[in-house]
């Protein structure tokens, strides 16, 4: 990097105007030969989670030592997570595209051999297509993204996070260039108004009105006021703000700066999850590499704005993530949520006006800025505007993060991109808005995925995690685990969150052990009211959705554990035994190692037997068969 | 590991004396020690002004924060709810048999704590257990068996070679 700042001879990097921008921009572009063949190697964290980081090691071990013998000699690139997570790690061979799946270090040689020597395709390395067989070269062609629209996670994957220069000449900057110097204020404002963005935290309250309010109450109480990023993504199964955080985290550092410029803010916040230390670590270096470029701190691309951020680690509380916590926890206090008689655009952070939105409403800023708010408003469907990104997690092939404009179907998310369960049976329910969420069943799989139609549905969109449910889940187990989740997330200030919460759990509890009567499904709705009605903070006043949603759609099931004694998805303990099919069996002793109530017995060669008194139905023996013997009544 | 008068200091003056940065030096302070000493808090608190309850008032509050010593490695399993779809409770259950400590605990002999956590962000990857910020992905029992056999065997080397130093 210093090269080319002395070749821009500048002041060490530091940007003048947008021309300055738009001209090292260039001047980066220029410094690349577009044929220049390049490794892509994903090093987001479930890429690095699966070895790719020694992956990129061998690379760079077989390019350095042998010489290779191609005409120009390949470069190597580290990025964000591509989003296909369950098929890491992976690798992109530019400039063809070519797209390497499950690569491992041993695999290294061969790519550079077949690949980057002869120009030739490593095949087993390539993606199947499950329903043809057929082999899929390019990225682009994969069903799984060729389904999506990417546009907030439009650079990841592509650039090194890392690297601001790698952003610039992707054309990051561009928007806060064109807001600084073509842009009033109030015009930024404007603009996010008539996007229509809603906001992707959670509650969808739309962008632009919230801004808005905020200069209301900056006119009756005046500065300063405060704008805050919300990347605690505390739900369980989400990793859209981790994603957007570590692969391309100049595009939520350019959106705060656009909304402190149109607030007139000078100090903003990065409240962050502690779980999350990459994401942590390329913020810190993107606003390092900021700050030296003159896109952060004094004096912002000389136009006589500044402003700076800095970052707040989380310290592992859920409750952190609602705005009110959220500031008193930035304040170095406990995170209790107060009562929003005064709304936080008034009186948040230090008392004062305060903007808070998600990581990825901040991502879209500067794409509606730079495109245009009708541009975006197109997007989606009326009330729903632009694009949002999914984790989908759970019984699906295609398990991973997909963004699609609002108001596709449910369907098209889990079957056509996520390629359905694994069984290839239907799903059973979808639950997305995580533990203040609730289940979408498979009769409803046409729902449109927007915000008001889950909300119709009895869900919400929440901050985007679907998790696909298959028949071997429970939705009483389901229903007890965000219910347990939320008690101990609970900060205890109001009873009816406090002692609510742990009675609506002791009731599904009693449900798991078969005990119970459809008088208590009753109770749990009455109580579920109460708690709807009387907690203080949404973290309370959500958390009936999952019981309440699945009582409405699955209330068989929960009848089946108290009428019949079972649980139909073979879940709750309590109300299973574990056996062995002797047909299947073939004494391979396997699981009688594994046991550790050392309760299964057979001879070699023979059926073996599970004594189901001593059975402490732990599960280990079912994972462990490979003849899919051990099976659960 | 107690905390020493010049490491302790170094952290902090990591930050200006002000109570917005309670946070801050308690996480610092327990990266470097494993969990905050009554030692340590005292002098957090002293330094920036705040009163010794909001202190531990914070540090009860906060899930991350230890205040007793933590095992030489820990583990943490996964429970968020990709995690739990794919049985992260029975991974945690075959732990806590296996290392005969409950979650939250941390071995007599000061080896392992097991903790759980909800969400790592690579629930892709479900079930995720992390050991010493090392991600196990698709973890099963047996895979960790092997895993925590491989660091038991580390540190029995560590062990031979600190007695020979
Ligand atoms: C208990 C609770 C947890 C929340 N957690 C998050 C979170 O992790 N991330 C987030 O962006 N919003 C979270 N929210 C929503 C925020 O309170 C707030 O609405 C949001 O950050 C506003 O940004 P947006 O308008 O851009 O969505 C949470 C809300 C509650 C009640
Ligand atoms: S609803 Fe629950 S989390 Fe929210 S303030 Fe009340 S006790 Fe705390
Ligand atoms: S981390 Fe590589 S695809 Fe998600
Ligand atoms: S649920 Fe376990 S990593 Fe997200």
Not at chain 2, 81 to 100: F, I, P, Y
Request: aromatic share 6%.
């Amino acid at each position: 990097m210093p090269n080319l700042s002395t070749a821009l001879k500048m002041d060490p990097w530091r940007l003048q105007s947008g021309e300055e921008l738009n001209r090292l921009r260039a001047q980066i572009i220029a410094g690349r030969d577009p044929q220049r063949p390049e490794i892509i190697i994903c090093h987001g964290t479930g890429c690095l989670a699966n070895g790719s980081d020694k992956v990129a090691k061998a690379f760079r071990a077989a390019l350095e030592g042998k010489g290779i013998q191609a005409k120009v000699m390949p470069g190597i690139k580290t990025t964000g997570c591509h989003g296909f997570c369950s098929r890491g790690p992976l690798v992109i061979i530019r400039p063809q595209g070519l797209f390497y799946q499950r690569v491992k270090p041993k695999d290294v040689e061969e790519i550079v051999d077949h690949t980057l020597v002869h120009g030739k395709a490593v095949e087993r390395l390539l993606y199947k297509d499950p329903s043809s067989g057929d082999l899929i070269f390019n990225e682009g062609e994969i069903p799984f993204y060729k389904l999506q629209q990417r546009i907030v996670l439009h650079n990841i994957g592509k650039i090194d996070p890392t690297d601001i220069t790698d952003t610039i000449a992707a054309g990051g900057y561009q928007a806060l260039a064109k807001a600084l110097t073509t842009m009033t204020p109030e015009q930024v404002v404007a603009e996010m108004e008539k996007s229509g963005l809603r906001g992707r935290g959670g509650a969808g309250f739309p962008t632009g009105r919230k801004w808005r309010s905020a200069l209301q109450a900056i006119k009756k109480k005046g500065r300063p006021v405060y704008v805050v990023v919300n990347g605690d993504e505390g739900d369980p199964g989400a990793f859209m703000d981790r994603t957007i955080m570590e692969g391309d985290p100049h595009a939520v550092l350019e959106g705060l700066i656009i909304g402190a410029y149109a607030l007139g803010a000078a100090q903003g916040y990065l409240y962050v999850r502690a779980e999350y230390p990459l994401a942590i670590r390329h913020l810190e270096i993107a606003m390092h590499q900021a700050r030296e470029y003159g896109l952060l701190g004094e004096n912002i691309l000389n136009s006589g704005f500044s402003f700076d951020a800095r970052i707040n680690r989380g310290a592992g509380a859920f409750v952190c993530g609602e705005s009110t916590a959220l500031f008193t926890s930035i304040e170095g206090k406990p995170g209790n949520p107060r009562p929003k008689y005064v709304r936080s655009v008034e009186e948040g952070l230090w008392g004062r006006p305060t903007v808070l939105n998600n990581v990825e409403t901040w991502a879209n800023v500067p794409l509606i800025i730079e495109r245009g708010a009708d541009w975006y408003a197109g997007l989606g469907v009326p009330h729903s505007t632009g694009t949002k990104v999914f984790s989908l997690v759970g019984k699906v092939n295609n398990v991973g993060l997909v963004e699609v404009p609002m108001g596709v179907s449910m369907a098209h998310i889990v079957e056509q991109i996520g390629g359905g369960v694994p069984d290839g049976k239907p799903f059973k329910a979808v639950q997305t808005g995580g533990p203040s969420g609730g289940c979408i069943p498979y009769s409803l799989k046409d729902t449109p995925v927007d915000f008001d139609s889950l909300t119709a549905a009895g869900s919400m969109m929440g901050s985007g995690a679907m998790i696909v449910m298959d028949h071997t889940d429970c939705v009483v187990d389901v229903g007890r685990y965000f219910l347990r989740f939320l008690e101990e997330e609970s900060c205890g200030k109001c009873l009816p969150c406090r002692l609510g919460l742990t009675r609506l759990r002791e009731i599904l509890d009693n449900f798991s052990q078969g005990v119970g009567s459809e008088k208590d499904i009753e109770d749990l709705t009455s109580l579920s009211q109460a708690i709807q009605d009387g907690a203080l903070c949404a973290l309370g006043s959500s958390a009936p959705n999952p019981v309440l949603t699945t009582i409405r759609y699955f209330r068989e099931e929960y009848l089946a554990h108290v009428q019949e004694h079972k649980c139909p998805a073979g879940v709750c303990k309590d109300l299973i035994t574990y056996g062995i099919d002797p047909e299947r069996c073939t004494g391979c002793m396997n699981c009688a190692r594994q046991c550790p109530a050392q309760c299964i017995t057979g001879k070699k060669k023979t059926a073996h037997v599970i004594d189901t008194h001593k059975c402490l139905r732990c599960g280990i023996c079912k994972e462990t068969c490979k003849f899919d013997a051990v099976f659960i009544s | 590991m107690e905390p020493q008068g010049v490491q302790i200091d170094e952290i902090m003056e990591r930050y200006p004396d002000k109570p917005e940065y309670l946070i801050f030096l308690l996480q610092d302070i327990q990266a470097s020690y494993g969990y905050i000493s009554a030692q340590a808090m005292q002098l957090a608190c002293d330094r920036i002004g705040v009163p010794l309850t909001q202190g531990y008032s914070v540090a009860t509050f906060y899930q991350s924060f230890r205040l007793d010593p933590s095992g030489e490695h820990e583990i943490r399993v996964c429970l968020g709810t990709a995690c739990h779809l794919k049985g992260g409770q029975r991974l945690v259950e075959d732990l806590e048999r296996r290392l005969n400590v409950e979650a939250g605990g941390t071995t007599e002999d000061l080896r392992f704590t097991l903790n759980t956590v909800n969400c790592v962000g690579a629930c892709a990857l479900a079930p995720v257990v992390v050991v010493d910020n090392e991600y196990q992905p698709n973890a099963t029992s047996k895979k960790l068996e092997k895993y925590l056999k491989t660091i038991d065997a580390l540190a029995g080397v560590e062990a031979k070679e600190g007695a020979h130093a």
